[in-house]
């Protein structure tokens, strides 16, 4: 039977995200992403065989844009696609795993809209659109947020009084899940360990960041909560701050509730920590040059990670390694370092050569000889989602 191939999309509010994943072969057949939509400069751009391609399309509408897709798609899969996995950021309690969309789930996902104001009614535009144009297609979401389903309660229960979390789901939840288990999965298989009997600590650190602890293969704690600004400082958002800071805002400078969300998850972070950039590049290369501000957003980075991984150590009965992935972990030799130099207190140390050349998509281990596991894995959040729809599809 020849490798079976799956669409994967990711909608935003103006975007489409998309990837067509082979079982079998790494690279995608066919990625790329449509932007702008809805405004006079839309336009696709999408990567095939090494060549890039764009194509304006003026107004178009995540519809549109997804029909333009389609001859592309279907002519790479070459009559082997077999379903569509959607990317969905919440699915709150009740999706505990991936699931097959039919009337009944997109009305649940759209009950948990109120949780992800932002992000689920754009998902379900493209799950829309796409089951319109794709009827004859099975559809499958996979959830940001099921994979942490396994937290145990004291660790998702937030201290506040009880019907807050009964009637209106105000509890931890964390994102990022797809990632933390595609590399928790990879890290186990690189160091010879089963799944289900391991133990590790995963810094996914993107524009978003989090960090996590997974048992056996399970989601025991996470930084990230009821929305994606809880835990560590990420690229514009501020991660954990006084809960009073609001009210504080709100008080002594007269800030609408709209502005402190904007400051708090938009202005913040790397970006507001430096006045320069959210981009850890531009900041790394700022502080060679003594920028102050890139140096202290640095440094700020570093330890509230190390102190949020070390927190997490609280979920693990030992440590098999410590996994670091995301665009930053994947490529910053500094911030791996900086961030493991305040964890010697578990022991942690680095081999500084290794860890300098994996970069750019290499994968490896980068711990120094006789100190604790530390690996480099890059993520592939749309590889896992296709592998959750392929595995739907076969239960
Ligand atoms: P997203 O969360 O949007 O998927 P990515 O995982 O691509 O984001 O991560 C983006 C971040 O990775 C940016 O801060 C970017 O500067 C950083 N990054 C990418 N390459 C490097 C590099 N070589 N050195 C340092 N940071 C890098």
């Known amino acids: 039977m020849p490798a079976r191939n799956i669409l ?12 067509l994943v082979n079982e ?3 690279p995608f057949a066919l990625s790329g992403m449509a932007e702008r939509l809805g405004d006079a400069d839309a336009q696709v751009h999408w990567q095939q065989d090494g060549h890039k391609h764009s194509l304006p399309l003026p107004y178009a509408d995540h519809s549109v844009a997804l029909a333009q897709l389609l001859p592309l798609v279907e ?10 996995g959607h990317r969905v950021v919440h699915g709150g309690e009740h999706f505990t795993a991936a699931c097959a969309l039919d009337h009944s789930t997109i009305a649940a ?16 535009l493209g799950i829309e659109a796409a089951m319109s144009l794709f009827p004859s297609l099975p559809h499958v979401a996979v959830f940001d947020t099921a994979f942490h389903q396994t937290l145990p309660e004291h660790a998702y229960r937030y201290a506040l009084p009880e019907p807050l979390y009964r009637e209106h789901g105000v509890r931890r939840y964390g994102f990022h899940g797809t990632s933390h288990r595609f590399v928790s999965q990879r890290g ?5 360990l089963a799944l289900n009997a391991s133990s590790w600590l995963v810094a996914h650190l993107g524009n978003g960041c989090s960090t996590c602890a997974i ?20 690229g ?3 991660g954990d701050v006084d809960p009073n800071m609001h009210s504080h805002l709100a008080r002594t400078l007269g800030w609408s509730l709209q502005q402190i969300e904007t400051l708090l998850n938009k202005e913040s972070g790397l970006l507001g920590l430096s006045a320069l950039s959210n981009d850890m590049r531009t900041l790394e290369q700022a502080r060679e040059q003594g920028h102050v501000g890139a140096t202290l957003a640095i440094e700020v980075f570093c330890y509230r990670l190390a102190k949020s991984l070390a927190a997490m150590t609280c979920a693990l009965p030992r440590l098999d390694g410590l996994i670091f992935t995301g665009g930053i972990g994947e490529n910053s030799a500094l911030i791996r370092s900086k961030t493991v130099s305040h964890l010697q207190l578990f022991n942690l140390r680095l081999d500084e050569t290794a860890n300098a050349s994996t970069v750019r998509g290499s994968a490896g ?20 989602i296709a592998l959750d729809t392929l595995a739907l599809l076969e239960a």
């Open 188 to 192: 186990a298989e690189m160091s010879g």
């Open 8 to 19: 994967v999309i990711n909608c935003g509010s103006s975007s489409i995200k998309f990837a």
């Open 365 to 384: 281990p980068i711990n120094a000889h006789g100190h604790p596991r530390v690996l480099v894995i890059p993520t592939n959040e749309e590889r896992q």
């Open 109 to 124: 996902i759209r009950a948990t809209a109120p949780l992800a104001p932002l992000h689920n009614p754009a998902n379900l």
């Open 215 to 234: 048992v056996d293969g399970q989601s025991r704690d996470t930084s990230m909560g009821l929305t994606p600004l809880e835990g560590v400082v990420m």
């Open 24 to 26: 079998e072969h790494e």
């Open 236 to 238: 514009t958002r501020s």
């Open 75 to 84: 002519a790479a899969a070459d009559g082997q696609l077999l379903g569509i």
